[in-house]
């Protein structure tokens, strides 16, 4: 049976959820959009996420046609109509329909869909076993281009660097930005753990993650001695572990980077506690979906 989406006001098969070839989100990747999860029936810091889509809809002078509690109902209500409890959430808000000229006052209608679908862990077995990642020749967007906050329909900088990450071999990509500097993965945060301090890059050139902040919630409350900080590829090459975070990743550990291997080529046991206190916060908190 067709999972239902939601678009503009109804409830859609999945055969049945189109839009407008004129539609500026298909055209020029003009809109935004948020991933959430959902765990045993909780909808993970969905608060937080409708607040970051807001945010990067605001960046980008877009108005989501909807207020926050709204928009938060729909995201329930798909999932209920989905009888989904674990769960991967997709809300995507577009400019619209225009015409193919790129002036966005032609869209009079902004586009609004929720996607959920089943979800399981991303990487399978590797959590267990650890990624391999690369280093990646394309740079991030630079936050004064393309801002790395603003999560927009235009991933192409992403998409790019997965595919350089498939071809050479790897499990996941990492970014440097245009400086050189330690960015992001193709779609997590970064976190080095050296002599059993974790630092991470700060976000002016990556996304601000809701993942990253509950795994810094965490490192804290672990007392653990934690400093956000420019990092190059030196500091990756002889990390004693490092890790990944995203709503999609979870908390992932990084065993190999550009054929260097990091510690002893094992998930680290820092890394592992944070994956163990990750789970136990993703099994307590977060919003019911059926009351």
């Known amino acids: ?23 500026h989100g298909f055209l020029y990747g003009d809109g935004v959009f948020e991933g959430i999860r959902a765990y045993d029936g909780k909808v993970f810091r969905l608060r937080e996420h409708i607040d970051r889509l807001y945010d990067s809809a605001k960046a980008i002078n877009l108005e989501i046609p909807l207020s926050k509690e709204e928009f938060e109902r729909i995201i329930i209500e798909t999932l209920r109509r989905n009888n989904l409890r674990d769960a991967y959430i997709r809300p995507i808000v577009s400019r619209g329909i225009g ?7 032609k869209c009079k209608k902004p586009t609004v869909i929720v996607i959920t679908k089943p ?8 959590y267990s076993k650890g990624l391999k990642a690369i280093t990646v020749a394309i740079r991030r967007n630079s936050f004064d281009a393309l801002p790395p906050n603003i999560k927009s329909l235009n991933y192409l900088n992403n998409v790019l660097a997965k595919i350089e990450a498939n071809v050479k071999g ?48 965490i490192i804290n ?28 990743a979870e908390v992932a550990p990084i065993v190999e980077i550009d054929g260097r291997i990091i510690g002893d080529g094992k ?3 820092i890394t592992k506690r944070i994956m163990e206190e990750f789970e136990k916060v993703t099994k307590t908190e977060g919003t019911p979906i059926y009351e």
């Open 119 to 126: 979800w399981g862990k991303l990487y399978g077995d590797l």
């Open 267 to 269: 998930p680290g046991k």
């Open 1 to 23: 049976m067709e999972l239902l989406i939601y678009l503009d006001g109804k409830f859609v098969s999945e055969s049945e959820a189109k839009i407008s070839v004129f539609d």
């Open 221 to 248: 409350r672990l007392g653990i001695p934690f400093s956000e900080a420019n990092l190059g590829l030196y500091d990756l090459y002889t990390a004693d572990e490092v890790f990944v975070t995203g709503t999609a």
């Open 170 to 217: 790897g499990d996941e990509a990492i970014f440097l930005d245009r400086n050189g500097y330690i960015s992001e993965g193709s779609g997590d945060n970064i976190f080095v753990v050296k002599k059993s301090k974790i630092t991470t890059p700060p976000t002016i050139n990556n996304l601000r993650g809701i993942t990253r902040d509950v795994v810094i919630e």
């Open 99 to 105: 015409d193919l000229g790129l002036d966005p006052r």
